[in-house]
Nanobody, 126 residues
Framework: QVQLVESGGGPVQAGGSLRLSCVRP????????MGWFRRAPGKEREFVSA???????YYADPVKGRFTIPRDNAANTLYLQMNNLKPEDTAVYYC????????????????????WGQGTQVTVSS
């Protein structure tokens, strides 16, 4: 019973780029706020970026100016475009989905999200 599936991770040299994708197999992402989180070795899972169903976009300070978070609603796909990658970006990256309801949306809060993927490894070498 798959919730979300990430793809596009892998090894990359510092300064390079990767584009991660996230889908919900057989299901729609319409009506969901979507986020990306990452967990680096020895660290807690942390917020990277999010895009609400209504179109608001959020970025963590370390990735501002380097990452973008497009979503293709027609294709039911969320992306994370990562440019100018740094070794400190090395982590397992997770996508997450929050069903829009009557509650306040807190994009950077882990427990906000209902559905998660298994993660995709990004390794940036110096």
């Amino acid at each position: 019973q798959v919730q979300l599936v990430e793809s596009g991770g892998g090894p990359v040299q510092a300064g390079g780029s990767l584009r991660l994708s996230c889908v919900r197999p057989g299901r729609t992402l319409n009506g969901y706020n979507m986020g990306w989180f990452r967990r680096a070795p020895g660290k807690e899972r942390e917020f990277v970026s999010a895009i609400s169903w209504s179109g608001s976009i959020y970025y963590a300070d370390p990735v501002k100016g380097r990452f973008t978070i497009p979503r293709d609603n027609a294709a039911n796909t969320l992306y994370l475009q990562m440019n100018n990658l740094k070794p400190e970006d090395t982590a397992v990256y997770y996508c997450a989905a929050d069903r829009v309801d009557g509650t306040q949306y807190h994009p950077s809060v882990l427990y906000e999200y209902n559905y998660w993927g298994q993660g995709t490894q990004v390794t940036v070498s110096s």
